[in-house]
């Protein structure tokens, strides 16, 4: 049975801080990894992909994926209230379908 | 270009009754993928099609529950004799061509079984 781990949360930070959301998972040849964020009453949306270990930055996003721990994180720079949302943690392996965790509920406050 | 869209956004349905949701991937996907989503949880997979056929059919709860693309592009998520435990949000997404490409969803169909 193929896992995927999140903390819950919520988590909560203070505006312009970083906001750190781990997940692990339990398939040791999963190659794809994504992050995608959930608004309340919303379908998700993909904020971020990585297939290659190390970090991968776009604009305020930074994954960073270590296959050998098999730990893939997604970090926030500068949070802001309109980053509240569930990050959901997301692992493909091949031609398997994605597996998802059950998300992290990020609140960033003013 | 034109997302993933599905029909009906809301449905509500008595116990025991049959009902279809229906999903248009994005044009030129020959990759779509069912999940079911409850509430506090993460997308269950349900279904996924490549082309026409079910490449992988292994999250279909029970024999209640069937999906089809005929043509390769829409699909159509049937459920027979509705529980109340089948409620839930089902949402539909697309690909380019395999799992591991990044997966497009569509906004969902709110199930509720009374």
């Known amino acids: 049975q193929k896992e995927v781990e999140q903390n819950s949360g919520p988590l909560s930070v203070p505006e312009g801080a970083i906001a750190s959301l781990n997940c692990t998972y339990s398939?040791?040849?999963?190659?794809?990894f994504f992050w995608y964020r959930q608004y309340s009453g919303k379908s998700p949306e993909l904020i971020m992909s990585i297939y290659s270990n190390g970090d991968k930055e776009d604009g305020r996003f930074t994954a960073q994926l270590n296959k050998a721990s098999q730990y893939v994180s997604l970090l926030i720079r500068d949070s802001q209230p309109s980053d509240s949302a569930t990050y959901l943690c997301a692992v493909a392996s091949g031609n398997t379908p994605l597996v998802f965790g059950k998300g992290t509920r990020l609140s960033v406050i003013a | 270009g034109a997302g993933v869209s599905q029909t009906p956004s809301n449905k509500v349905t008595e116990k025991g009754k049959y009902v279809e949701l229906r999903c248009d991937p994005i044009s030129g996907h020959t990759a779509l993928y069912w999940y079911r989503q409850s509430l506090g949880q993460g997308p269950e997979f349900l279904i996924y099609f490549q082309g026409t056929g079910a490449a992988d059919d292994s999250g279909l709860p029970n024999d209640r529950f069937f999906a089809v693309r005929p043509e390769g592009s829409v699909s159509t998520l049937k459920i027979q004799r509705t529980e109340r435990g089948d409620s839930a949000v089902y949402l539909c997404?697309?690909?380019?061509?395999?799992?591991?490409?990044?997966?497009?969803f569509g906004p969902g169909t709110r199930l509720t079984v009374l």
């Open positions: 398939d040791r040849v999963s190659q794809s």
């Open positions: 997404a697309s690909s380019l061509r395999v799992a591991t490409d990044t997966q497009y």
